[in-house]
């Protein structure tokens, strides 16, 4: 699963992070930490940030996008990632569209995280009158002052990011002024409801429906081969029975040939006994009745 988690400063987008990190297995990759890291390790575009960095500059877009590039191919990015501070502006947006298209991979959905800007600032007052109460320091990037300025920074330069990923479909807008647990739960509901926060479970589906036709098809084997061996049983019961009328057939053909001998037989004696014994018999006896009579 791949998020985009948008919202202003003092959104709740870290707390959040981390609820969706524990809870999906994927990683929080923050565009700092990964500058740094880069740094560390001495990677080319690591040392290319580092100069940048040295001589005051803004590391550019395409820096950190090569950082990114890099950082996503690690092994513990494999389930998925929260980006974390990029990205800020629209062309980094694109860029990253560009960088996602190469690597064959798409976002599954860029959350915002909605909230009360007046109501953001009171919180900060608060928290920074409970501090002062306490007896603490307040910190310099944690009071009313710098709020506004980020905010307003925020609305100059990310606040465009609602309006692209909502032309393309991506966007999902979660009230961020609920409890935590309240924001937490509406996070995992709408990424039910497109069927990002399932893709594991719905893989184990898969996997388990495909397990089912294969059993189905294991199954119907025994099936098929019994209907075969019944066919085969038939074909055969068929033959047996084909070559038991045989001698049967055999049997009434030479019965009908013995009774058709036996009349020709009882036929033959008769006509001799008719033509040559008769008429040899009649001839001596008119001979010797016209020697008589001239006597």
Known sequence: MRLILLGPPGAGKGTQAQRLVEKYGIVQLS?????????????????????????????????????????IEQPDAANGFILDGFPRTVPQA???????????????????????????????????????????EVRADDTPEVLAKRLASYRAQTEPLIDYYSERRSLLTVDGMMSIDGVTEEISRVLSAIGAGAKGPAKAARGSSNGTRTAAKVARKPAKAASKAKKAASKAGKKAAKKAKKPAKAARKAAKGAKKAARKTARKPARATKGKGGRKASKPAKKVTKKRAKR
């Open 31 to 71: 565009t700092g930490d990964m500058l740094r890291a880069a740094v560390a390790a001495g990677t080319p575009v690591g040392l290319k940030a580092k100069d940048i960095m040295a001589a005051g500059g803004l590391v550019p877009d395409d820096v950190v996008v090569d950082i990114i590039a890099d950082r």
């Open 94 to 136: 694109a860029a990253l569209d560009e960088l996602l298209k190469r690597k064959k991979m798409k976002l599954d959905a860029v959350v915002e995280l909605r909230v009360n800007e007046g109501a953001l600032l009171q919180r900060v007052e608060n928290r920074a009158a409970e501090t002062r109460a306490r007896g603490e």
